[in-house]
Each structure stands twice: as structure tokens, then as C-alpha cells.
């Protein structure tokens, strides 16, 4: 499958090599060094489940993430101040387009993917960040343990 991603609005397809920038929760991982996957579903009631994940630092981790709502949400890895500050921005600009290795957009009843190395230690969260979403609650955990 690889890494899928879809911007607000439209589907975005093609073979892209990923960016891979560090960032203060992680860099972009590969699937051949895929640990284990972790399935979270994403819903109307502006939940995910499961809303707190462990993670072991160095673990690359394969993140299938179902919408089982019918409207579109999106799976945001990072910091909580991060997260607030780009759910601010799609407030203001909520056409935005968005498309960054730790991110999957997932319309109704699809699924997306991430594969994520997490190669620092901390307290992090994964956020739907579409305007109304995470001022809704919309936000998990995922504490990422020092080996």
C-alpha cells in the first residue's frame, strides 16, 4: 500500500517520495522497518479509539486508521502545541491544504496509513484538526517510552 495521504477535499494520488524531516515527535519511517501495526478508528463522534497509545522510542510503527464516520477526518501526529497551533490555522483558513508524512486525510468509510518512526521520547498526541474537530475533543495521547 505505502504511504497514503489525501489533502482536504481531494484525492491526491502518485508515488512521491516521502519527505523525511526530523521533528520533535519523530521522522518519517519505511514500512521494512515496520515494528507492528496499530489500528485506530476515527468517528462522528469526534473520537478515536483507541484514544492513548505506547510506543517504545526507536519502534517504527505502521498506523491503519479508519473513518467509520461519514464525514471526512483526518489522523495528525505531534506535539500538543503543534496540533493547537495548526488547529488554529484551520479555523481561519478552513480550505487549507495540508500534506505532511504524519498526517493521513481519510474520507467516510475509508482507511488511511502511516508509517511513522518515533525516535524520541515524550508525551505527543494525534489530533483531527479540521475546524470544529479537535476544539470537539477530537485528540489522543501517545507516550513514547525512553528505551
Known sequence: MGNVAFAHGEKKSGSAAVVKEQTDWGIAGDAVNVVRTIDVSMGD????????????EG???RFRVKNTGKLLHEFVIGTKAENAKHAELMLKFPGMEHDEPYMAHV???????????????????????IAGHFQAGMVGTITVVAQ
Not at 463522534?45 to 517504545?56: A, H, I, N, T, Y
Not at 511513522?116 to 508525551?123: E, K, L, M, Q
Open 59 to 61: 519502534e517504527t510503527i
Open 45 to 56: 463522534d469526534m473520537r478515536f479509539k483507541p484514544g492513548k497509545l505506547e510506543v517504545k
Open 107 to 129: 474520507n467516510a468509510g475509508e482507511a488511511g496509513e502511516i508509517i511513522w518512526t518515533f525516535n524520541r521520547a515524550g508525551n505527543f498526541e494525534f489530533a483531527c484538526l
